[in-house]
Nanobody, 126 residues
Framework: QLPLVESGGGLVQPGGSLRLSCAAS????????IGWFRQAPGKEREGVSCITFNGSSTAYADSVKGRFTISRDSAKMAVYLQMDSLKPEDGAIYYC???????????????????WGQGTQVTVSS
């Protein structure tokens, strides 16, 4: 298991923004694609976004396209999920996960990732 840590969650009003961070300790994060997933109470985990090991390719769920932006900073060994125009239905526990190695594309399929963080709570409410 590779230790991943998410941060940046919290309570925000509808229409607001948050930036989630995913960091690794003790290994090179830039050898892996990173996926962001979320799970709301009573719902299945869903893929939100992913980015390849070198940042050359990204993907987004239809529900977040145009509102969320994934990026990575190799120098800081971190991956970010900028979330704008948040809606109440975006509220969930958000997880980052590492996997897929040096594949030129990424997928938002949980089974493709074998290292997961503990999650960070995002609540969107007025």
């Amino acid at each position: 298991q590779l230790p991943l840590v998410e941060s940046g969650g919290g309570l925000v009003q509808p229409g607001g923004s948050l930036r989630l961070s995913c960091a690794a300790s003790g290994f090179r994060l830039d050898y892996y694609a990173i996926g962001w997933f979320r799970q709301a109470p009573g719902k299945e985990r869903e893929g939100v976004s992913c980015i390849t090991f070198n940042g050359s390719s990204t993907a987004y769920a239809d529900s977040v396209k145009g509102r969320f932006t994934i990026s990575r900073d190799s120098a800081k060994m971190a991956v970010y999920l900028q979330m704008d125009s948040l809606k109440p239905e975006d509220g969930a526990i958000y997880y980052c996960a590492a996997g897929m190695g040096l594949h030129p594309l990424c997928v938002m399929r949980a089974a493709s990732y074998n290292n997961w963080g503990q999650g960070t709570q995002v609540t969107v409410s007025s």
